[in-house]
């Protein structure tokens, strides 16, 4: 199994992008799928993250109420839409992938064994 996002690129603070990350692998619908981000000198930082059947989300304090995750298992497919984005989202965006199928919110931020590469997203102000 790959993963590999995209969509990243330079926007206006208040604007929006949409984030997207592929899956090749029968097994994707499986597992639960997260967006995490790491900002220049930052330590890598949980976003949000979906249920394998799509039926749960969680999010960081951060993000929530701005973000949506969203998933489409026959595409193969997880998106992060980004809305209302201020200087402070400016990272580095990964997408993840967890073996489990539920989320388990006391341990939602860790477990993940596949990353895909990194998309930049820059927010100017």
């Known amino acids: 199994v790959q993963l590999q996002a995209s969509g990243g690129g330079l926007v206006q603070a208040g604007g929006s992008l949409r984030l997207s990350c592929t899956a090749a692998?029968?097994?994707?619908?499986?597992?639960?799928m997260g967006w995490f981000r790491q900002a220049p000198g930052k330590e890598r930082e949980f976003v949000a993250a979906?249920?394998?059947?799509?039926?749960?989300?969680y999010y960081s304090d951060s993000v929530k109420g701005r973000f949506a995750i969203s998933r489409d298992n026959a595409e193969q497919m997880v998106y992060l839409q980004m809305n209302s984005l201020e200087p402070e989202d400016t990272a580095v965006y990964y997408c993840?992938?967890?073996?489990?199928?539920?989320?388990?919110?006391?341990?939602?931020?860790?477990?993940?064994?596949?990353w895909g590469q990194g998309t930049q997203v820059t927010v100017s102000s």
């Open positions: 993840a992938r967890k073996r489990q199928r539920t989320i388990i919110p006391g341990s939602v931020q860790t477990g993940y064994d596949l």
């Open positions: 692998g029968r097994t994707f619908g499986s597992y639960v």
């Open positions: 979906i249920s394998a059947s799509g039926g749960s989300t």
